[in-house]
């Protein structure tokens, strides 16, 4: 199993950017499907996008679908979320997860799919 620790988030301006990384420690990461979750204050925890273990494959909500941008580095250990164009109802904890195994569409935005998770970073965009 591997441990998740999320960086890079702050407080920036609509139409800005933000690249948040998530370390993960264990030497079977590269094994694991990665995926970025957020949450709002009062709000569900809810998908934002997922890569999988090659980096070939990855998908995304639509709400950030053209702006968001998820990679991996597996000689690092490590997966990034590059996010453009952020607009304020971004605002939300990030969180990375880890999953073991494939998924269809539909069940790996859900967040039982995932067994480990980061502690999140903290994203605030202001207008």
């Known amino acids: 199993q591997v441990q998740l620790v999320e960086s890079g988030g702050g407080l920036v301006q609509a139409g800005g950017s933000l690249r948040l990384s998530c370390a993960a420690s264990g030497r079977t990461f590269s094994s694991y499907n990665m995926a970025w979750f957020r949450q709002a204050p009062g709000k569900e925890r809810e998908f934002v996008a997922r890569?999988?273990?090659?980096?070939?494959?990855?998908y995304y909500a639509e709400s950030v679908k053209g702006r968001f941008t998820i990679s991996r580095d597996n000689a690092k250990n490590t997966v990034y979320l590059q996010m453009n164009s952020l607009k304020p109802e971004d605002t939300a904890v990030y969180y990375c997860?880890?999953?073991?195994?494939?998924?269809?569409?539909?069940?790996?935005?859900?967040?039982?799919?995932?067994?480990?998770w980061g502690q999140g970073t903290q994203v605030t965009v202001s207008s």
């Open positions: 890569i999988n273990w090659t980096g070939i494959s990855t």
């Open positions: 997860a880890a999953d073991p195994y494939p998924r269809t569409s539909s069940s790996q935005i859900s967040t039982s799919a995932y067994e480990t």
